[in-house]
């Protein structure tokens, strides 16, 4: 399906419309060889909001390397931080909080399959073509021509994602997470080449944490299911056997703003179906922590599930949800979850430990056991008051 894309005059335009993109690109347009690249040029000329801004300084031969990056910071008002990466980028946050990574054109050049590149300062149509795809190799300057890879504009008119040489997903394994994502986000499709050498790249060329850096960007997007549906389809070799990208919309519904993490509970849903020792093992090797790896693994088996499913009042609820991480309790849903995650998660005894002591109670198990008895009763109704909870607790 043909795209509409915007002349550079009114990309240029919807780049003002960000908060801090006049002072940009008029920093941009008062420093010699300043450029903006990448996916804010490709959004811009689709009408989509940039969600992220690189700026490219290909400064005339034998300059000093570092006085564009001055200079630029300079025109902005921010300080020049220090560099990030191993790729001289700075990240700079315009006093209206628009953050632009800083970068000095580039070549690159892998010794080996999936070895990180080493770099060496280019021009810009040097670093347009080290990028992934062609989209993405665009670059826009206030009152000059874009200056892009050729056939970028056509592919981004016909919605194609085409790699930019045949070496690209074996110098760089990691692509093809990205390259998927940029089809999930955009709604583009890999272009027959592109998707002929996706499913012949060998991911074991790059790290597993790498990987697994890909993989909880993917899960960060806003359709994460969607983008895994697209990385399956073009890499399968990415995931183990019985791994299914399913809706989670139900889970995702329970938990609680700003305190689950959205991707895991979008990940266990699409691991439900691979062996558990297996599942453990594919996120060890991609670097996922134990927290991460356990509750992916926990939310993803029925069994754990079920005995919250199958609670029938608010302290047989309590007993299966407690200790379990949100996000489990929102894959197991019903409305014992829904009831945890609301209400029940939140009561507490008015009563402790030191009253049992005062109360002739012995430390040891028996206290624990005492004040458990009073939060049952207090969670199903029945000892709402201080004095009630310490009755229970005592009887």
């Known amino acids: 399906m043909a795209r509409t894309v915007r002349t550079p005059e009114e990309a240029e335009a919807a780049l003002r419309e960000l908060p801090g993109g006049t002072e940009l690109l008029d920093a941009i347009t008062g420093t010699p060889g300043a450029w ?78 999936g070895a990180l590149p080493e770099v060496e300062p280019a021009e810009l149509d040097a670093d347009l073509a080290r990028r992934d795809v062609s989209v993405n190799a665009i670059a826009l ?7 892009a890879v050729p056939g970028a504009l056509d592919d981004l008119a016909a919605g194609v994602l085409r790699i930019l040489h045949p070496r690209s997903f074996e110098d760089d394994a990691t692509r ?47 359709d994460a299911v969607g983008a895994l549906h697209a990385t399956q389809a073009l890499a399968p070799q990415l995931f183990p056997a019985g791994f299914a990208p399913r809706s989670a919309a139900d889970a995702l519904a329970l938990l609680p703003r700003e305190e689950g993490r959205p991707g895991l509970v979008v990940l266990a849903r699409a691991c439900a179906s691979i062996e558990a020792a297996r599942l453990v093992a594919w996120l060890d090797a991609l670097g996922f ?12 088996r029925a069994v754990t599930l079920h005995p919250l499913r199958s609670a029938s009042d608010a302290a047989g609820i309590a007993r299966a949800a407690r200790g379990a991480p949100l996000e489990v309790v929102a894959l197991a849903g019903g409305a014992g979850a829904r009831r945890w995650i609301e209400e029940l998660r939140h009561v507490r005894l008015d009563i402790d430990g030191a009253d049992l002591l005062a109360a002739g109670v012995a430390a040891g198990p028996e206290l624990g056991a005492r004040l458990q008895r009073a939060l049952d009763a207090r969670l199903n109704g029945e000892a709402p008051s201080r004095e009630a909870q310490l009755r229970v607790a005592l009887s």
């Open 289 to 300: 922590g134990a927290p991460e790896r356990d509750v992916a693994a926990a939310g993803s």
């Open 36 to 113: 903006v690249v990448g996916g804010a040029v490709r959004d811009a000329l689709l009408g989509r909001e940039p969600v992220e801004v690189d700026v490219v300084l290909a400064p005339p031969a034998g300059a000093d390397p570092a006085a564009p990056l001055e200079a630029f910071a300079g025109r902005l008002g921010v300080p020049l931080q220090p560099e990030q990466t191993r790729f001289g980028t700075r990240t700079l946050t315009t006093p209206d909080g628009l953050v632009v990574d800083l970068v000095r054109a580039r070549r690159e050049h892998y010794s080996r399959p």
């Open 176 to 222: 093809l997470w990205r390259v998927a994502r940029f089809g999930a986000r955009l709604g583009f499709e890999p272009d027959a080449e592109t998707a002929a050498r996706a499913a012949v790249a060998d991911p074991a060329t790059v790290s597993g944490s790498r990987h697994g850096n890909e993989l909880r960007r993917t899960l960060a997007e806003d």
């Open 141 to 147: 300057r206030p009152g000059e021509p874009l200056r």
